[in-house]
Structure formats: C-alpha cells, structure tokens
C-alpha cells in the first residue's frame, strides 16, 4: 500500500512538473511574441491615417498602362455626415464605440473562440479604433503578432484622438470598393451625391460594404447575369437589411423607419457607372479580378502593386478597333438594358508562352468591370469543337490519318439521328475532306468509334473540364452542357500551334510590392496535351479549311490554320484558328441566346479574325508550320483509305500524311469492276442490249439514292427499263458482241439481300 502511494505521489509531481514546464515555455513563447510585437510596432503619425497607393499595371514591355484603384478619396468633417449614416456604420460595426477605450473585450473573446475553433485566424473582433489602425499602419496578414500591435496602436490612438476624431478618420479612410476610399467618395461613386444627401436606406448600404467591398458590391448586379445577378441583388439587399435591423437593435432607428427603408427601391448611379476611366478596358478588367481574386481588393487599390503583363497594346487596339466595327457583326440593335445586340469577345494570344496579348470582352465598355464575354460567358462551340472532341482523339488514339475515310451516310444512335447542315449526305469522305467541309455525320462517327471517355480525356488535357456522364455524341458538334469560353477555346487552339503542348493562358507575368519585393514570378503550367504528330495532322487540316472550305473568309496571305463554328440557328457563331505566332478565337452571339438568321462562323467571327490576325502581324516576317518527327505522307485511295490495289481507278487517288506506323498496310478491297446496263446503270438483266464494265464501290451494306456518290457504289436493283419479253433486237441497240449477255444469278441476288438485311 505504501509503494503504491508513493508510486503515485511520484507520478504526480512528475505531471505538475510537466505542467509547469509548460507553461514556462508558453511564457517565454507568449513574452517573445509579445517583445517582438512591440519592437516592430509602427509609429502612429497623422500622414500614415490617410495613407495608400494605386496599383500600377505595365504592358509587355514595361511601359506603364494606367494605375488601377487611384485613389478616390474627398475628405469631409464629421458635421457634414448625416446622423443615420454614422449611427448605420457604429450599429453594424462597433455599437460600443463610445463607451470602450479602443478594444472590444466582449468581441475579442468571440473572435478568439472563433478562432480556437477552426484552428485559424477567421475572425478579428476589432473596434473601429483597430480597423483604423489596421488600414493605416499595419500588413493584412492575420497573424497573433499584427492583433497584438493592432491592439496596442488601437490604445494609443484612443488616448491621443477624440472618439469623433477617431470616427471621423474611419469614415474618410475606409475602403468602399470601386476605387472608392472615404464616405464622400463611395457616396458620389455608388450614388452621384454628397455624403449630407444620402438616405437612411443608403447609408445603411454603404455601412454593409467595409467588411467585404467585393462581395457586396452593388455595381456587380451590372456585370452578372441570370441566376447570379439575383443572387447578387439578394446578397446586396440582404447586407443593407442585416445594418438596418442593427440599427432598430441598438436604438439608432424604430422598426417602422427600418420597415420603410427595407421597402425602398434600390438605385444606383448608373452614370457613374458607365464613366471608362481606364485604357484597354477589358483587360485590364481580367486581370484586376485576377489580382482580387489572389490578394483582395483592399491591397489591389490600396497596396501600390507593380504588375507586368503580357499586354501587347498594338494588338489590343486592334481587336478593339475590329469589336466595335459594326459592318463586323449582323443587324444590331440595343436590349432593354440599352446594351448592343449581338454582342461579340475576341481572346489572342501566345501560343508558345500562353501569354494573352489582347483580350477584348464586348464591342463596348459600359461600365467599370463589365461583363467579360471573353473570360466569363460560356457559349456552345459548335463545330469549332470538332478537332477536341472527334478529330484530335481519332488520330491521338485510334491511329487515323488525314486521309482515313469515313462514310457520311445516314445514321442514327438510339434516338439521336445527326444530321449535316446542309441536309446532303457526301458519302465516303477523308477527314480532311470532311473537316474542311465541316461534315457533322463523320465528326459523330468518329467520336463514336474512340468513344467518349477518350474524348473527355483529350479535352481535358485542353483545359477544358467535361462530365462524361452528362454528354453524348452530340459533344462531338459542340453540344457541351455548360459551353466554353472564348479564353478556354483560345488555350485549346493554342496546343495545336504549340506542338500539342498546352500551356495554360496567363495575362500576369510579375507582381511586385511597393518596395520592390516580388510577390508572383509567373512560371508558365504546361503539359503535353497530345502527341506531336496529332498536333500536326489536325493543323494541316485545319489549314485546308481556310485554304478551300468553310473559312475561306478567314484568309490572310499566310499559313493559317482554323475552324469555324456555328450553333443550331446560329445562335453562336465562331471562328478559332492560328498561326505560328498567334493564335485567336472570336464568338458572337446575343447575350441571352437568339437566333440570328444566315450568320455563321465563316463570315463575320471569320472576318474579324482575319482583320485582326493580318494586321497584328503585318510586317512580320511569314512562318510556316513545321512538321514534326514522325510525320510521313502516303498515297491512298480515297474510297477505302487503304493502299492502293489492282482495280483502284487513278482519280481515286490521294497522298496526304500520317503519323509514323499509321500508315495502312492492307490494299483497296471497295472497288471492284462490275457489269451494269450501258443505259440503266443497274444490274444488266437478259434484255439489256448494252452492257459495259465499270470500277464501282462495293460496301457490305446499303445507302439511300440521296447519297452523292450513290451511283458509284454496286447497284442493287436489276435493269428496270429493259422489259421482259423484249429482245435486243427489237430495242433496236446494236448489240455488242464483246460484252457477253449474262442474267444474275442467285447468288448475287441472295448476296444482295444479305447486305439489305446487314444494313437494316
């Protein structure tokens, strides 16, 4: 019993030791945070409560473009600001503000609790002193070090500035969003009115935005659309509700005045809102967001940031330039926004660095971060999808060739039965042939002999991210479930210049703090998306779509390669192609899907692409694509696919390319010469009088006569205008005594009819 005891007295001085141990070193922790903290502690000055620098935003050759977020900030006394708005901001951020000495215990203890409780910094608990002092003294960092000198700046302001002083330097300083720092400057930004006119409804709307100027903004119901712009109005109205039931809480208003407010309608300064204060708006829009995006809008227009883009100034002029042009677009007129119809985007860019050197996102710039319809809208592709989703994957994993043939006959899936555009049924095409054509039937084939899975696999490696379980064989037409941007398109393309190396598209190269102090070295996130010869063989067909098919339209004097695309009723209509220096897509279409009639991909996205494509590199000297190792030509016949054979007529003939060991190794074994009736065509019967020898196409099954090439394949139907009964002789035809008279025998006729029932 003793031992036991002292076992366990043992065991207990050993924990408290440990505890004590412990906590020493918590000490010695906490104490040299603490020392740290106050040795690196700023110096409070009046300047430093006012400070904050623009964003400045370099082209590609380091020549500043503009400063984004230059601060808008006009200065006014806590007099002129209305009773409402002042008691709108205490009520919803610090409703103690009179009463505490700088810090908030209460909110320190929830924030911490917060904290302990995700395991992370998540939530400040600051008093309007802290959030003062926080803008103007201290890093956004949320670490222990930057709360305990916002805590002991917060202290030192309180015993040097009145609590109006405090409050009327918050309310100058604060970031609203837009570039708007102050009340006065959010009050003439969001409304076009001093701070002494505004509402009790509108001061509670800017009271809501300090915490997140982002996700409040109210301007965002501008650039949204459909579900997103109501759920924006319903996240803006929801903020501006949340300040006034503050308000009714902590006594500032009565339930009735918040009621009234609730009910007034919101309205914005939309004059403000379309004023263009920038160059290359556009892109200086996407890549603002990037930065938001990745730093937060208060060090983006606050920060002083030095960005270097990839911006190429000539060639954004000039895709703006042809934007605007309305001879480049359909009939246009104004939706009931006043916004011009059809709108349009155009992305180009690098395809050796993925560095996008223009990117134009509408044919006008209405309004400050507009809608991006180069970055943001996804539209179907239509046939602009067929190298990713039919041509790339058939030669990447099935080993065809630009002169593999395929049958463009009727065909159906289940109840999915593609049609061509045309409504007319080319027979057996290469698909060369049928891509320059843009025939859909074979593109359907093809995607449904490699199969979908292998497509969404080589769209991926694109950059483009499909659900296998949601798309069918249409995919290989564009019919996509969420549709692609112009950017992603533009990527896409980009692999097929590029040696089917994909590199995914950057429009930010550097960024840089104030002091020089690099925050981003842009390092470009490539993949090889295909084999190389892949990338070749859809290039050189595609080139032959400029050269002779659909995209004629697109022509510039110099090897270009591309394909056009046009949706059912051309509600989308694009045209995506390249050179060895660039590569661009452009779209139009209506901002809410419309027919535009007798619009397709090969006239107006093809003739915006071709001025901006000729004229971006006009004095350049002309590049050519360069065949990779591994590509080889070979000549064919262009009904089989196959090596030429003893019956392959001459004008069957094709040599066109192949990847290495996809060359066909079998002979031509469609044609074959058969008798037919000099006059009917058909199989002679014992009455024809005329009969000759012909090379035909003969396939183990049959097409209707509305094929094009129909009366080239074997007929099936025995001479029908050569009666019996009726002699040769009394036809009154020579006869020819070289062609023997023959009647068809049974086995052909049973050959016959096996086919009919194999193709049924």
Request: glycine share 8%; hydrophobic share 40%; with cysteine.
């Amino acid at each position: 019993m003793a031992r036991r005891l002292k076992r366990k007295l043992k065991l207990s001085r050993f924990f408290f030791l440990l505890l004590g141990i412990a906590i020493i070193g918590a000490g010695c922790v906490l104490a040299a945070v603490l020392f740290t903290s106050i040795r690196d502690l700023p110096v409070i000055s009046p300047g430093a409560l006012e400070s904050g620098a623009s964003t400045m935003i370099y082209d590609k050759d380091g020549n500043l473009v503009t400063n984004v977020g230059l601060k808008n900030s006009v200065p006014v006394d806590l007099e002129e600001i209305p009773d409402n708005v002042k008691n709108a901001f205490l009520a919803i951020e610090d409703p103690a503000f009179y009463q505490h000495h700088g810090i908030s215990i209460r909110g320190i203890a929830r924030a911490a609790w917060s904290d302990l409780t995700s395991r992370q910094i998540v939530e400040g608990g600051s008093t309007i002193t802290q959030q003062l002092v926080k803008v103007s003294f201290l890093t956004l960092d949320q670490t222990v070090k930057r709360k305990i000198q916002e805590v002991i700046l917060a202290f030192q302001v309180e015993r040097r500035y009145t609590k109006d002083e405090i409050l009327e330097m918050y309310l100058n300083n604060t970031f609203f969003g837009e570039g708007a720092y102050g009340i006065q400057a959010a009050a003439q930004t969001f409304f076009g009115k001093d701070v002494s006119e505004l509402t009790l409804e509108e001061g509670a709307l800017l009271a809501g935005l300090p915490q997140a100027p982002s996700a409040y903004n109210p301007f965002k119901i501008y650039t949204l659309e459909g579900q997103e712009k109501e759920k924006q109005i319903n996240t803006v109205i929801s903020r501006r509700n949340a300040v006034l039931n503050s308000m009714v809480k902590n006594n500032f208003i009565s339930q009735e005045q918040a009621n009234q407010a609730k009910d007034t309608e919101l309205k914005l300064d939309t004059n403000e809102v379309s004023q263009r204060q920038y160059p290359y708006p556009y892109f200086l829009d996407y890549v603002t967001e990037q930065l938001i995006e990745k730093y937060g809008e208060a060090e983006v227009f606050k920060g002083g940031l030095k960005v270097y883009t990839s911006l190429d100034p000539k060639i954004q002029l000039i895709a703006e330039a042809a934007m605007s042009r309305s001879s480049n677009f359909p009939s246009s007129s104004a939706d009931a926004n006043g916004v011009v119809q059809p709108q349009g985007a155009v992305v180009v860019l690098d395809p050796q660095t993925g560095h996008i050197v223009a990117l134009v996102g509408g044919r006008e710039h209405t309004q400050k971060r507009s809608w991006n319809r180069a970055s943001q809208t996804t539209r179907q592709p239509g046939s602009a999808f067929k190298p990713i989703a039919a041509y790339g994957p058939a030669i990447e994993y099935l080993g065809r060739g630009a002169a593999s043939v395929v049958d463009d006959v009727p065909v159906s899936y289940g109840s999915y039965s593609p049609r061509n555009s045309d409504g007319v049924f080319r027979g057996l095409l290469t698909l060369r042939e049928a891509l320059t054509r843009s025939v859909n039937i074979v593109a359907v084939k093809l995607l449904n002999d490699t199969g979908i899975n292998n497509a969404v696999r080589f769209a991926s490696g694109l950059g483009i991210n499909l659900d296998p379980d949601v798309h069918g064989l249409s995919m290989a037409l564009g019919g996509l479930h969420e549709g692609v941007t112009p950017l992603q398109m533009a990527a896409a393309y980009g692999a097929f210049a590029n040696h089917g190396v994909y590199i995914e598209p950057t429009a930010i190269i550097r960024v840089e703090k104030a002091d020089g102090i690099i925050l981003d070295q842009h390092v470009s996130k490539q993949r090889s998306a295909m084999k190389a010869t892949t990338a070749y063989l859809i290039t050189d067909m595609l080139r032959s779509v400029i050269q002779s098919g659909t995209g004629t339209g697109a022509q510039i004097g110099r090897p270009a390669a591309g394909k056009t695309g046009t949706t059912d009723e051309g509600k989308d209509i694009w045209f995506v192609g390249y050179t060895p220096e660039l590569t661009a897509a452009v779209w139009i279409g209506y901002d809410t899907p419309t027919s535009m009639q007798q619009a397709y991909g090969g006239m107006y996205p093809a003739k915006i692409w071709q001025e901006i494509m000729s004229k971006a590199l006009s004095g350049l000297p002309v590049q050519g694509f360069t065949p990779p190792t591994g590509v080889v030509s070979a000549t064919v016949d262009s009904k089989s696919g196959l090596l030429p054979g003893p019956n392959t007529p001459a004008d069957s003939l094709v040599t066109d390319l192949f990847a290495e060991g996809t060359v066909p190794t079998e002979q031509d074994n469609v044609h074959v010469f058969v008798e037919v009736c000099a006059a009917s065509g058909q199989l002679p019967n014992q009455y024809c009088p005329d009969r000759i020898i012909k090379p035909l196409i003969k396939l183990p099954y049959q097409v209707p006569a509305t094929v094009l090439d129909y009366a080239q394949r074997v007929p099936t139907e025995t001479c029908t205008i050569h009666g019996q009964g009726i002699t040769p002789e009394q036809t009154g035809a020579p006869v020819n005594p070289a062609i023997p008279v023959t009647k068809p025998n049974k086995t052909n006729q049973t050959e016959n009819q096996s086919d009919k029932d194999k193709s049924q």
